[in-house]
């Protein structure tokens, strides 16, 4: 009755379409969920991923959950949940990513989760990470440990979206630091971020992980720019 009512005075919408949700709906709607443009490259070794990142990082596995595309219903949703504070997307997100990695038996070998993080003042302006909400859905559906105190970010930079690779791993490449000890050699990461382009962020931040005696490294994002 006071969902009802609440959903009454405040709809909510769709993080697809922007259609008003029914009450038996939450985050998109059915139709949406039906649509979503799915990658299943958790259960191809040679997706597009590890062949973007091929020669850059050694890499176990790499890969992302849905495919990008400019005006499409991953750019809104993602949209959102960055600048909308519209974290729902990215728990819906990490438990449908977590269930299917999971069934595909990768990733058992890992043992922290690591998001991409955000410049402190970055994180004051927005209140928070964009990739916490699905980096604890894939701890919580995976059942590995969540650490956002490992990488830090040092460097306050502004959007390198309109960058070549060249300009932004120029740019990105000392923006970031690893605080590691004793008790983080010989693991396996897990490096996650919302949307993967020309990777010059995750390789950045994949070489500091690599840095720590013994590691090894993994790759998984909510999204894929073709």
């Known amino acids: 009755m ?6 009454l005075l405040y709809p909510e919408h769709c993080n697809g379409c922007n259609s008003q949700l029914l009450e038996t709906e939450a985050v998109l709607c059915i139709q949406c969920r039906h649509e979503l ?4 490259q958790c259960i191809n070794p040679e997706n597009e991923i590890a062949k973007r990142l091929s020669g850059r990082l050694p890499l176990e596995h790499a890969s992302s959950l849905l495919y990008f595309h400019k005006q499409g219903m991953v750019q809104q949703m993602v949209h959102n949940l960055k600048y909308r504070g519209r974290q729902e997307v990215g728990k ?11 069934n595909a038996g990768v990733l058992q070998t890992v043992n922290e989760i690591i998001p991409v993080p955000l410049h402190p003042k ?46 932004r791993a120029g740019i990105i490449g000392s923006a970031f630091e690893v605080k ?11 490096l996650i971020d919302d949307v993967i382009t020309t990777g010059a962020t995750l390789e950045s931040c994949g070489r500091l992980l690599l840095s720590i005696p013994g590691a090894k490294l993994s790759i998984v994002t909510i999204a894929y720019t073709e």
Do not use: C, M, W
């Open 37 to 40: 443009p799915f990658t299943h």
């Open 180 to 190: 590691a000890t004793e008790k983080d050699y010989n693991k396996h990461f897990l």
């Open 122 to 167: 970055r994180l004051r302006e927005r209140g928070y990470n964009q990739v916490t909400e699905f980096g604890r859905a894939l701890s919580a559906g995976l059942d590995i440990s969540y650490n956002e105190k490992l990488l830090l970010r040092t460097a306050y930079t502004k959007t390198q979206t309109k960058k070549n690779l060249e300009a």
């Open 92 to 102: 819906l997100a990490g438990q449908l990513y977590a269930a299917e990695l999971k």
């Open 2 to 7: 006071l969902k009802s009512l609440i959903n």
